[in-house]
C-alpha cells in the first residue's frame, strides 16, 4: 500500500536546502568490522531493519512552499546499498585510502530522485570490511540517527508502530519554532513585558518540560534572559581570524583518531571538578591553539566560536527522525596554552550557557528560513558563517561493543556537516569504553585534518598529567 505523503517541517526543510556549492548537508559515518560482512548480508540487514523506518523508503520532493516526503515507488536495495571499491595510491595505507574515500563521498551529492542516503561497502578492509554511510541531514540529527544506527544491530529493538498520533507530532515538528519564533517579532513587548499570549512561560516549559515555570517573578526572569540571548545573538561578533577561516573550495578532507579511554577522561573531570565535556572540548581547544601555532597563526589572545548542537526532544522518541536541536555559540580558547587553564575557562563558558535560550533562539532561526525562497536563507545562513569557525558535536555511543551481522564493530566513527562558508566540523564520540575524534575540513583552509587530530592525544596526556600532579578534594596540598 502505498504511504501518505507527510509535509516536511519548517526546519528539515531548512536542511535540506542548505546544501551549496562547497559543503552538502550530509551526515557521514564509517563503520570498522572483524571479521567481513558480504554485501548481500548487508542489504538483507538493512531490507529487514533500515526499512523499518519509513522515511527511509521516502524521498523528498520539492515545491514552492517548501517539500514533502512521498514514498519512492521505484525504491530499489541496490541503488542504496553498493559495494565500494577502495583505490590505494602508491604509499598509501589502507586508512589513508579510506579518509581519502570518506572526503570524496562528501562532497557527492545524493540523488534527488531517491531516498537520501546510501551505504558503501569496502568488502575487505584490515582483514575486515569497512562501510561507509550517508544520510541526508534533512532526514534526522545526529541523536536520531544514533538511535536508528543502533536499531539495526545484531538484536536492536525496531521502531516503534507510529500512530496517528506520531504522525501528527512529526508533522508539528514545528512546535518549538511557534514558541519562540513569537518573541522575535516583538521582543521589547512580549518577551519583557510578558504582556498577551505568556510566549515567554510556553518557551521555559518547553525548554523544561518537567519544571514548569510558576508566578511572575519567573516569567519575567524568563523574559529578561530572552531579551538578552536575542541581544547576544544579533551582536555576536565575527570569529577571530585565523587560517582556518576563509572561503572553502568544496573538497573535503577526513581524519579520525584512535579512542583514548573514556575512564581516564573521568578521571581528569572528577580531579579538576569539570565535566567529560569540558575536559575534551579543552582538549579540542589545546590541538586547534598548537596547530594554528605551527602554522605561524599565533592564537594568544584568540578565540574561535563553535556551533555545538543541543538536543531538544526526549531521547525515546529519537526514533520519529526529523531535527529537534538547536545551536548554542561556544568559544574555545586556543590562545590559552596551560591545559589547567584552558579546562576551566571552558568549563566557564559552558556554564555560561546553562539556562540560555540561545539554542530555542538558534532553532527558530532554522525554522523561519524554512519558510523563505533559497537566496534569503542563505544570506541568513551566512551571518552565522561570519561568526563561527567550526560546528561541533559530542555523541554518546554504547559502552559496550556492537556485533553486525554476525562482526564485531570494533570502531565507528562520523562527520558532522558544516553551513554556509563554514569549513570545519569537529566530532567527538564515546563508544565500547574509549572516546575518539573527528575531523571534516576543507582542503583550502586545512589540507592536512590529521595533523590537527595527532595533537588531541598529546593536549590530552599534558592535562593529565597536570591534573595528578594537583592536590585533589580530601588530600593534603
Known amino acids: 500500500m502505498t504511504q501518505a505523503a507527510e509535509r516536511m517541517s519548517r526546519v528539515d526543510t531548512a ?46 520532493v520539492v515545491d514552492a512552499m517548501g517539500a514533502t516526503w512521498v514514498a519512492d515507488d521505484d525504491f530499489d536495495i541496490a541503488h542504496h546499498v553498493v559495494a565500494q571499491k577502495l583505490k590505494r595510491h602508491k604509499g598509501q595505507s589502507e586508512r589513508e585510502a579510506l579518509q581519502a574515500l570518506c572526503g570524496e563521498l562528501a562532497m557527492t551529492p545524493l540523488d534527488m530522485a531517491h531516498p537520501l542516503w546510501q551505504f558503501h561497502l569496502i568488502e575487505d578492509y584490515e582483514g575486515g570490511s569497512a562501510m561507509v554511510a550517508r544520510v541526508h541531514h534533512c532526514i534526522g540529527d545526529g541523536i536520531a540517527l544514533i538511535s536508528v544506527m543502533m536499531s539495526i544491530t545484531d538484536g536492536g529493538n525496531d521502531p516503534p508502530r507510529r500512530t496517528k498520533r506520531d504522525v501528527a507530532e512529526a508533522e508539528e515538528a514545528d512546535w518549538l519554532s511557534d514558541a519562540v519564533l513569537k518573541p522575535l517579532t516583538d521582543l521589547t513587548v512580549k518577551a519583557i513585558g510578558m504582556y498577551g499570549s505568556g510566549i ?23 523574559g529578561l534572559q530572552v531579551a538578552s540571548d536575542v541581544a547576544a545573538l544579533a551582536l555576536m561578533g565575527d570569529d577571530s581570524p585565523t587560517v582556518l577561516k576563509g572561503k572553502p573550495v568544496g573538497r573535503k578532507v577526513v581524519a579520525w583518531s584512535e579512542p583514548m579511554s573514556l575512564d581516564t577522561v573521568k578521571t581528569i ?10 575536559v575534551l572540548l579543552a582538549s579540542v581547544a589545546g590541538a586547534i591553539g598548537a596547530y594554528l601555532r605551527e602554522q605561524g597563526d599565533d592564537p594568544a589572545g584568540k578565540e574561535i566560536r563553535a556551533m555545538v548542537p543541543v538536543n531538544l526532544r526526549p ?39 546553562k539556562g540560555s535560550y540561545q539554542p530555542l533562539l538558534a532553532f527558530a532561526i532554522l525554522a523561519a528560513t524554512g519558510l523563505f525562497i533559497k537566496p534569503v536563507q542563505d544570506t541568513v545562513l551566512g551571518l552565522f558563517a561570519k561568526k563561527t569557525t567550526a560546528v561541533m558535536t559530542n555523541v554518546p555511543g554504547p559502552a559496550e561493543p556492537l556485533k553486525f551481522c554476525g562482526a564485531t564493530l ?31 575540513t576543507d582542503e583550502r583552509l586545512c589540507p592536512h585534518p590529521q595533523a590537527i587530530i595527532d595533537r588531541f592525544e598529546p593536549e590530552f596526556e599534558k592535562l593529565l598529567m597536570l591534573t595528578l600532579m594537583l592536590p585533589w578534594a580530601g588530600q593534603p596540598a
Open 315 to 353: 531521547l525515546e522518541k529519537a526514533w520519529q527522525l526529523g531535527n529537534r536541536f538547536g545551536l548554542a555559540p561556544l568559544s574555545l580558547p586556543v590562545g590559552l596554552e596551560n591545559p589547567v587553564e584552558r579546562c576551566y575557562a571552558v568549563r566557564r563558558r559552558m556554564s555560561d550557557l
Open 15 to 60: 536542511w535540506l536546502r542548505m546544501d551549496n556549492d562547497v559543503n552538502l548537508m550530509m551526515i557521514v559515518g564509517v563503520w570498522l568490522l572483524t571479521p567481513a560482512i558480504t554485501l548481500q548480508a548487508l542489504r538483507d540487514r538493512v531490507s529487514d531493519k533500515l526499512l523499518k523506518y519509513e522515511r527511509f523508503r521516502q524521498k523528498a
Open 269 to 278: 573531570g572528577k580531579g579538576l571538578g569539570c565535566s567529560i565535556n569540558d
Open 410 to 440: 570494533r570502531q565507528n566513527m562520523f562527520w558532522v556537516p558544516a553551513s554556509g562558508d563554514v569549513g570545519m566540523g569537529v566530532s567527538i564520540l564515546s563508544y565500547g569504553g574509549g572516546v575518539q575524534f573527528g575531523l571534516i
Open 200 to 222: 515567554t512561560k510556553s518557551m521555559d516549559m518547553l525548554a523544561n518540560p518537567q519544571q514548569p515555570l510558576l508566578g511572575s517573578v519567573g516569567m519575567a526572569k524568563a
